[in-house]
C-alpha cells in the first residue's frame, strides 16, 4: 500500500484515477489546485505524487519546481494534456520522474507508478531515487530517457524504455512474462499476448542479441556481462 497524492482540476480524471488506485490498495488524496498540491506534496505524507501541469493558481511546473528546489525526493509522475517535445523534455529536466500525456489507459498508468514506487525503495529514504541504471553495457538515464549501448546512444520508445528499465533495475534475475505484463503493459494486457517477445526482440536488436537470455519455462533475464 502506497500513500498516493493526485493534483488534479479536472474532477472526472482525479475521481477515475484515485478509484482505481484504492481498488489496487492504495491511499489517494486528492486536490485541484496548484497550491493545495504543493502543501500536501510538502508535508512528506506521500510515496508518489501524480501531477497535472495546467493547474489553477499555481501551474505543475511550478509545483515541480518548488519541489525540488527544497530538495524533496517524492517520486512525481507528470500526467498532462501537454504531449509536445518540448513540455515532455521540460518536466523531465524539472525534476519528474515519468511523464504520461492524456488521454491514458489506466493500467499503463499504474504499471509505471508500481515502477516508480519500487525505485524509490530500492534506493531507500537516502536518496531521491536512481538517476540511471546500469548492467551488461547498457546505461539508461532515467531523468533524460536516454539510453546508450557501450557509449552509443540509441533510441527507445516509451515502452521500450519501460520495459528496459524493468529488466535491468533486476539485472541477473529471471522476470516470467506475467511479470513483465504486469509492471510494464498493465494487469488488464491479454495474458496470451506475446508483445511481450516481441519487445524483447526489439531491446536485442538495439542492445545486442546477448543482453537478454531466454530462459525457458521461466521468462528472460537481463545479463549483468
Same mark, same amino acid.
Given at each position: 500500500? +502506497? ?8 474532477? !472526472?480524471?482525479?475521481? /477515475? ?12 488524496? =486528492? &486536490?485541484?489546485? #496548484? ?27 511550478? =509545483? ?23 513540455? %515532455?523534455?521540460?518536466?523531465?529536466? #524539472? ?8 488521454? /491514458? ?5 499504474? +504499471?509505471? =507508478?508500481?515502477? !516508480? ?5 530500492? %534506493?531507500?529514504? +537516502? #536518496? ?9 553495457? &547498457? ?27 524493468? /529488466? ?31 519487445? =524483447? ?9 546477448? +543482453?537478454?537470455?531466454? &530462459? ?5 533475464? /537481463?545479463?549483468?556481462?
Amino acid at each position: 500500500m +502506497a500513500r498516493i497524492l493526485i493534483v488534479e482540476d479536472e474532477a !472526472r480524471i482525479a475521481s /477515475f484515477v484515485a478509484k482505481g488506485l484504492r481498488a489496487e490498495g492504495h491511499v489517494a488524496t =486528492v &486536490v485541484g489546485d #496548484g497550491r493545495s498540491g504543493l502543501d500536501h506534496a510538502r508535508s512528506g505524507e506521500h510515496d508518489l505524487v501524480i501531477l497535472d501541469i495546467g493547474l489553477p493558481g499555481l501551474d505543475g511546473y511550478g =509545483v515541480l519546481d518548488a519541489l525540488r528546489a527544497e530538495g524533496s525526493t517524492v517520486p512525481v509522475i507528470v500526467l498532462t494534456a501537454r504531449d509536445s517535445v518540448r513540455d %515532455t523534455v521540460s518536466a523531465l529536466e #524539472g525534476g519528474a520522474d515519468d511523464y504520461m500525456p492524456k488521454p /491514458f489507459r489506466f493500467a499503463e498508468l499504474l +504499471a509505471r =507508478v508500481r515502477l !516508480r514506487l519500487r525505485s524509490a525503495a530500492d %534506493t531507500g529514504p +537516502a #536518496g531521491r531515487g536512481r538517476e540511471s541504471v546500469e548492467a551488461g553495457g &547498457v546505461r539508461l538515464d532515467l531523468r533524460t530517457r536516454r539510453a546508450t549501448v557501450e557509449g552509443r546512444e540509441v533510441d527507445l520508445s516509451a515502452r521500450e524504455f519501460t520495459l528496459a528499465e524493468t /529488466f535491468m533495475l533486476n539485472a541477473g534475475n529471471v522476470l516470467s512474462r506475467e511479470q513483465l505484463l504486469d509492471h510494464v503493459w498493465g494487469l488488464d494486457f491479454d495474458p496470451g499476448s506475446n508483445v511481450v517477445d516481441v519487445y =524483447v526482440g526489439y531491446l536485442r536488436r538495439k542492445f545486442g542479441a546477448g +543482453a537478454i537470455t531466454t &530462459v525457458r519455462g521461466m521468462g528472460y533475464r /537481463f545479463n549483468t556481462a
